[in-house]
């Protein structure tokens, strides 16, 4: 399996997104100023992988910092971190799970706050490889048999600490026998799914297919398409579902063709504080993406761009939610709060 992220010799080395498929590279962040250029550069994406380079970079940060001051070089760090990126909640809770437990070791010795910041950090990522594996053990029966499965973005290894979300799914339905292939849309305008899900399914050997993302009605109405599984950035109390723009047109046209739409994510990217998706702050990206392609101009120059990085899936196009303590389904206020307990 391939290794998004992991803390090495006091550093932080991240497969470098930005460069897949085409380049297989790595990156090692020594501060947190880097991590956080790291999360906002896209080198390191997906709410649960951001989450685990949240928490490693202010194990970083407070590893580097001095000994005066602490709590506010702590601020520091927690500020600069949570500026990255506003949608995926992951971030805000990897960096809160943090906090309180610097808050704890308060008056400790400064090597034992640090020893604890950084063994914390890497229990982040060790716990996010569990839950993705759990999720796919929930997430599995759902899928159905010998037909294909459609994803947007990238929800897999690369998109958390390892095994993925929406393809930890899948990778659990073909590990107990079900013969599924894998439709990827590309995903613009980052193309996540045409230069990192191909890549790594192809990694394991998964049967998979690139399509452009306005293609997924002509092959929903085929009959060919078992179900949608796509991962998500922050789910509201009421279930409404911010994930990859374009996510909410590839659920309309699931519900219109009777295609079962599952939206797999961990517990920690549930905001139960937010009734509903109206309330999702969405990312607004560079109009370069837009505009260009590696690199390359595809529109006139001084073309007027919109770039929002996430859309948000109302409740009611949402077949089922699968997180690794259960599947919840509607009504979502019930059945989410019930999973959290
Ligand atoms: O902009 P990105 O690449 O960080 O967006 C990623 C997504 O939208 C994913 O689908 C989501 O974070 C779930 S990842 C398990």
């Known amino acids: 399996m391939v290794e998004t992220i992991q803390w090495i010799d006091d550093a932080v080395v991240m497969i470098d997104q930005t460069r897949l498929p085409l380049e297989e590279r790595y990156v090692t ?5 880097e991590v956080a250029a790291a999360i906002r550069g896209m080198v390191i994406r997906g709410a649960p992988a951001i989450g685990v380079a ?18 506010h070089q702590m601020e520091a760090i927690c500020a600069t971190l949570a500026a990255t990126r506003p949608t995926a909640v992951n971030l805000f809770w990897a960096i809160d799970r943090m906090k309180q437990l610097y808050l704890s070791l308060r008056g400790r010795p400064i090597a034992e706050i ?15 490889i569990a839950i993705c594996r759990a999720i796919g053990r929930n997430g599995a029966p759902l899928v159905p048999d010998a037909k294909t499965v459609l994803t947007h973005c990238n929800a897999g290894a690369l998109a958390t600490a390892g095994y993925g979300t929406a393809l930890g799914v899948i990778r659990a339905a073909i590990e107990g026998g079900k013969r599924v292939d894998v439709f990827a849309d590309e995903t613009r305008p980052f193309l996540q799914g045409a230069r990192l899900t191909v890549w790594e399914l192809q990694q394991d050997g998964i049967p998979t297919t690139l399509i452009t993302d306005n293609m997924a009605g002509h092959f929903m109405k085929s009959g060919r ?10 789910i509201a109390a009421n279930g409404d579902v911010a994930n990859k723009v374009g996510t909410y047109s590839v659920a309309v046209l699931a519900k219109e ?7 797999a994510a961990p517990i920690s990217t549930l905001d139960l504080t937010l009734a509903s998706g109206e309330l999702i702050p969405i990312e607004q990206r560079a109009a370069s993406e837009v505009t260009h392609v590696f690199g390359h101009p595809v529109a006139p120059a001084e073309t007027v761009v919109q770039n929002p990085a996430f859309d948000v899936t109302p409740a009611r196009y949402v077949s089922a939610i699968i997180t690794e303590k259960g599947v919840a389904c509607a009504p979502y206020e019930e059945s989410l709060r019930a999973l959290v307990g």
């Open 54 to 71: 949240a928490a490693m970079g202010v194990a970083l940060g407070v590893l580097r910092a001095g000994e005066m001051d602490l709590d």
């Open 257 to 263: 063709n009777g295609v079962p739409f599952f939206v």
């Open 114 to 128: 640090r020893r604890r910041l950084v063994a914390e950090a890497i229990l982040v990522r060790e716990e996010d």
């Open 225 to 234: 398409i078992g179900c949608v599984v796509v991962g998500a950035d922050r």
């Open 29 to 33: 962040c020594r501060t947190y100023v």
